[in-house]
């Protein structure tokens, strides 16, 4: 361990992380009303003192995104990057009402955790990295290499009009300021303080099959498309069946597949004229996004033309692909992985943990920008969405410091 970057962990203010998220989590940031928090973190990146510069930039309406940069350039350079956006919070009030955590942005201490919407996703992260930087500068410390903060709109999904990745695609376009740049980033989704340097794939596929409703008692008038969904339901089986078979599961992401998530049809008491399924595909580091969805697509006209029902197929979740988000990995023997897993090691006493992310977030934009990228935070994704998101105190402080490690120790710091 460098001696500046043990300054930097040790300058890290445990008390000022904890006080930084509760005050988050305390101002709500449903997409697409991220504008308040955006503000807020702006003010905190000017008042704490870890920044040469800090700017918000609307790209969007009443849409944000904020940019930070410290340090020279003379040595290796770092991009720490976040989702200013919470999912919404109805299940949150049904879950707790009449309890001590019934407000979702009350942000209660219980048990050495705090409570509330967004703590993990990812408030957490963003004030990580508030406090990690100006504990360089805490510690008399002057970043050699740049470090740049990225904190966007609209990553979660969930609310109509939202949730299309529009705030990083304007940042990689150039809408929202320079065009980030870094030799290394973190983005800080919930990992429990592991390393994900890998992440699936996803595509969601809507199908609608339309027949010719008919009264029950004359059927032969009409044309059956829950049969043709029953059929289709079938064939995706199958082939997810199939999927799990002949492609090789992924060290770190497990199986390909595809999920079922929802059916409806009929209603009257008359042949169904309709039915509509949604699915999800999980895609593997190596496979094709266009590929997946033509087999969608294939299978879906394949049935419809056999059971005489129109067909539609639409992909309704694009991100940096027009049918879905592609998977990404990096190699755990980049340098930037291996420094950080050292400065893992340096603060915890534990060896890093490399994982693979369970979910699908923004690092494929900026690997498309020639930046590697790794997901590494406090917090557990499966709390996240949930009414029961929580943060472990320990855990926060504990990443932070390592965080304020890493800025130096990749960076490499001067003396003020």
């Not at 009443?62 to 200013?84: I, W």
């Not at 048990?111 to 504990?135: H, S």
């Not at 320990?394 to 490690?405: K, M, P, S």
């Amino acid at each position: 361990m460098s001696a500046a970057a043990a300054r930097a962990a040790a300058a890290v203010d445990g008390d000022e992380v904890v006080r930084l998220v509760r005050e988050a989590v305390g101002i709500p940031s449903v997409t697409p009303n991220e504008e308040e928090f955006g503000r807020w973190v702006l003010d905190a990146m000017g008042s704490a003192g870890g920044f040469d510069d800090a700017d918000l930039v609307e790209f969007e309406p009443g849409r944000v995104n904020v940019l930070g940069s410290s340090g020279g350039g003379s040595g290796r350079s770092l991009l720490l990057a976040g989702h200013l956006d919470t999912v919404a919070t109805e299940d949150w009030s049904e879950q707790w009402q009449g309890t001590d955590r019934a407000d979702p942005f009350g942000a209660h201490v219980i048990d050495g955790e705090i409570w509330g919407r967004g703590v993990a996703d990812q408030k957490a992260g963003i004030c990580a990295i508030i406090e990690a930087t100006t504990a360089v500068s805490r510690a008399g410390l002057r970043p050699a290499g740049k470090v740049s903060a990225l904190f966007i709109s609209d990553e979660e999904s969930g609310q109509p009009g939202s949730g299309v990745s529009a705030g990083i695609r304007a940042a990689v376009e150039g809408l929202s300021g320079p065009i980030p740049d870094a030799d290394f980033a973190i983005y800080t989704e919930p990992t429990t303080s592991a390393i994900y340097t890998a992440q699936m794939g996803f595509l969601i596929a809507d199908v609608t099959y339309t027949g010719v409703s008919a009264y029950f008692g004359r059927p032969e008038l009409g044309v059956d498309a829950l049969r043709a969904g029953h059929a289709l339901l079938g064939r995706l089986w199958e082939c997810s069946d199939t999927l799990r078979r002949s492609i090789p599961a992924h060290e770190l992401l497990g199986e390909a597949f595809l999920l079922v998530t929802s059916v409806a049809s009929g209603g009257n008491i008359a042949v169904p004229g309709t039915f509509e399924l949604s699915l999800i595909r999980k895609v593997l580091p190596g496979e094709s996004l266009d590929d997946a969805a033509e087999q969608i697509r294939t299978i879906s006209e394949d049935v419809a033309r056999d059971h005489r029902v129109e067909c539609d197929v639409r992909f309704s979740a694009a991100r940096d692909h027009s049918v879905g988000g592609t998977p990404d990995e990096i190699s755990a023997q980049h340098p930037g992985v291996l420094a950080l897993a050292e400065s893992i090691t340096a603060i915890s006493g534990q060896p890093a943990r490399i994982e693979g992310a369970p979910y699908w977030s923004e690092k494929p934009f900026l690997r498309d920008l020639g930046i590697p990228s790794v997901y590494f935070a406090p917090g557990d994704i499966s709390h996240c969405h949930t009414p029961f998101e929580r943060l472990d105190i320990d855990e926060l402080i504990t990443a932070t410091r390592t965080l304020a490690h890493f800025i130096a120790e990749w960076c490499g710091a001067t003396d003020l």
